[in-house]
């Protein structure tokens, strides 16, 4: 399975944690999964390492419990072929996949490293196993509601995450731009917007620049403002991007709309 996962650092150790000499994980077809299971490892701190060899030595299991270990920095450690039933939710193991959170997480906080990775995590996992289809805590698999685990609420967990996936797919979404050239008086500038909804967005900065406006940007609420007025900006890859109109307003020009060459035209007045 590809486990290369864009934003996410993946270390592969499942050729190198501590296994049971005899004891073998039995094995399954990857349509067998239907559930990512989430847990936390209870300790304060913990490696793959330890985990393991805990599973194997005071537990007596074939090996490390879970198929994935996300660090407190937000590495995803790679422990177990998702096609091996390991040992982490009693009678649902055949059809789950265990995902742990090192943390206890009865006293402790996930850390957004930790969230962030989780999310990317299951995201891939999903189209890698189209058949896993839900995300439960360990707490929510039949027979456990006693146990405390993940120990942090699982239907906020869902819901961050489909915010988290909507935002993914808004970023694919977002079509080609119609590119817009900008005149300013009548001469061209060397930078160009866009045409959103058939509304034209243009660079904040450059035009501001070229007009004689004051730019600030507010770090706390990340909004920008030219001659002290807020603007419907748009940040495309650290850049602003606000409607010609609004922008024009703000610095005392007039705004033409050149539809046939595609011109947003600015004069002073
Ligand atoms: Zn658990």
Redesign the pocket.
């Given at each position: 399975m590809n486990m290369t996962i864009p934003g996410a650092r993946v270390m592969d150790v499942r050729t190198s944690l501590p296994r049971h000499k005899s004891l073998k994980y039995g094995r399954r077809k990857l349509t067998d999964i239907r559930s990512a299971?989430l847990?936390?490892s209870?300790t304060l701190s913990g490696s793959p390492g330890a985990f393991a060899r805990y599973h194997v030595s005071t537990n007596g299991g074939p090996g490390i419990a879970y198929h994935f270990v996300i660090q407190k920095d937000g590495v995803i450690y790679w422990c177990n072929d998702p096609e091996s039933i390991s040992y982490?939710?009693g009678n649902s193991n055949r059809h789950a996949l265990g995902i742990?959170l090192v943390g206890d997480f009865r006293t402790q906080q996930p850390t957004p490293e930790q969230l962030d990775a989780a999310n990317r995590l299951i995201e891939h996992l999903q189209v890698q196993i189209p058949s896993m289809k839900q995300v439960f805590g360990?707490q929510e698999y039949p027979g456990y509601a006693w146990?405390n685990?993940?120990a942090f609420p699982m239907v906020k967990f869902r819901s961050d995450y489909s915010q988290y996936l909507q935002k993914a797919v808004d970023k694919v979404k977002t079509p080609i731009q119609v590119q817009v050239a900008i005149s300013m008086n009548g001469s061209m500038l060397s930078v160009s917007g866009f045409l959103q909804e058939g509304v034209s967005m243009l660079p904040v900065r450059a035009v501001a620049n070229a007009a004689g406006g004051k730019v600030e940007w507010i770090e706390q609420t990340m909004d920008v403002r030219v001659n002290g007025k807020d603007l419907n900006e748009k940040v495309i890859s650290g850049s602003a991007y606000a409607p010609a109109r609004e922008l024009a307003a703000v610095l005392g020009l007039q705004v033409e709309w050149d539809d046939p060459n595609k011109i947003v035209r600015l004069n002073g007045v």
């Open positions: 299971a847990h936390h209870a982490h939710v742990c360990h146990k685990c993940p």
